[in-house]
């Protein structure tokens, strides 16, 4: 009984295969180990591979394949894990070479999405992902590792129900999961819309997964949002409010972190969670200092915000965990060169709260201007103090005085990108 416990506690042992990047380098796949980590298996050993080869069978020659199915076997490895997407073909070729299940990076993420899903739409957003990508792939061997490993990824939804499915049934649930996240895509707008009648102005965490987004939004607002040191430790948006001083508060919304070469099946499942950053009036965009790779994530981050056209909102870089950086004079000097301008700012000591306070009242509640207005335009103060903010008011003889944030910028043409200030910048002093 106890041999039987330890074998079903016992973790799925991959072999990872990584490849060159865009660049012919041949950097080792961390990122894939971190992803089954994140899904708790283990790496049982790593495959860099010098080039892959465009053939029909394996994607690579078959003796190097042969080599990496005995290897696997070598090292008693439960299945194969490769860094890039593989077409159905391929990936039952490699099954019937191996002997065991394989799968690609996608269908990782997959896993660990309907690992961390939570709220109903999530679960849907992952069911649809899931089935969208099991349809060319039916013949794949969801439960083959539940029966070597004693249940062990069984027990933690490996997807085993989908050879009981056939391609009708999974065609007809598609239709179905889409039928109802059009639903909780009305339900989120009519909640968007609810917020925005509040009159307080958003703004969205964005990065990629694992920059501390969370952190940072708890640490901000004192919410009590899931924290991991994991990737994808939250799935869902959650809004919380932030006081930028006593009369006004901000909506802060902490994202679904961004990971280079998400599966589209993902992205198109969760547009309406990706959209939350896409309705901002500005973003954070989170970056981790302390990671090594952070230029390469955050130009993947921007690649994902191009594709749900939120790459023109108004946004700053908010180098977060920027204390484990400091006093590396090198490596400062490197993310100044590389994000100039950006924040430092650290979830976890609260430096550089008051920098990101300040960025977000001039960006959302407008620059402290002075205006004197006559009193022939008394409207143009009711103006004022209904769509901005009045921090001092003196009613003179000829005019009013007003130290007002009025949302909104001036060009060099003097054109204001809001009508409050339109009316009001010829009375700016």
Known sequence: MVELKQEEEKKV???????????????????????????????????????????????????????????????????????WEMDPSKQRNWEKLAGMPVFDRNEVIIRIFAQRAQTKEANLQVELAKLTYSLPRLSHMYGDMARQRGGAVGNKGSGETQLELDRRQIEDKIVQLKKE????????????????????????????????????????????????????????????????????????????????????????????????????????????????????????????LA???????????????????????????????????????????HEGFEDIIAVLTENLLGVLRSFRIPMTRTDLVELARK???IEKEEWL????????????KLDEEGKSTTRTLALLKDYIK
């Open 307 to 349: 594709e749900i056209k939120a790459d023109k909102i108004p946004s700053i870089v908010v180098l977060n965990k920027y204390d484990r950086v400091q006093g590396n004079i090198l490596l400062e000097s490197q993310l100044n060169n590389s994000f100039p301008g950006a924040l430092h700012v650290s979830a976890k000591t």
């Open 387 to 389: 769509n901005g903010t």
């Open 181 to 304: 996240l059009e639903q909780v895509e009305i339900n989120r707008r009519v909640q968007r819309k609810q917020r925005e009648r509040t009159a307080a102005s958003g703004c969205a965490l964005v990065g990629y997964t694992n920059a501390g987004k969370s952190s940072l939004l708890n640490a901000l607002t004192g919410a009590d949002v899931f924290v991991e040191n994991k990737l994808f430790a939250t799935l869902d948006p959650t809004t919380r409010k932030l006081s930028l001083s006593e009369a006004n508060t901000v909506l802060i919304t902490d994202t679904v972190g961004f990971i280079s070469k998400l599966p589209h099946t993902l992205i198109d499942a969760f547009k309406s969670t990706l959209e939350e950053a896409a309705f901002a009036d500005f973003l954070l965009i989170v970056v981790d200092a302390a990671d090594p790779d952070c230029e390469k994530q955050y130009a993947h981050v921007m690649k994902v």
């Open 397 to 408: 003889e000829d005019c009013i005085e007003l130290e007002a944030r009025i949302p909104g």
């Open 13 to 83: 042992r991959c072999l990872l295969v990584g490849g060159p990047d865009k660049k012919n380098r041949n950097p080792e796949p961390k990122e894939l180990e971190g992803l089954i980590k994140t899904l708790d298996y283990e790496a049982a050993g790593t495959i860099v591979l010098v080039r892959i080869e465009p053939t029909p069978a394996y994607g690579m020659g078959t003796g190097k394949a042969q080599e990496i199915a005995d290897k696997a076997k070598e090292l008693f490895a439960d299945c194969i894990v490769f860094d």
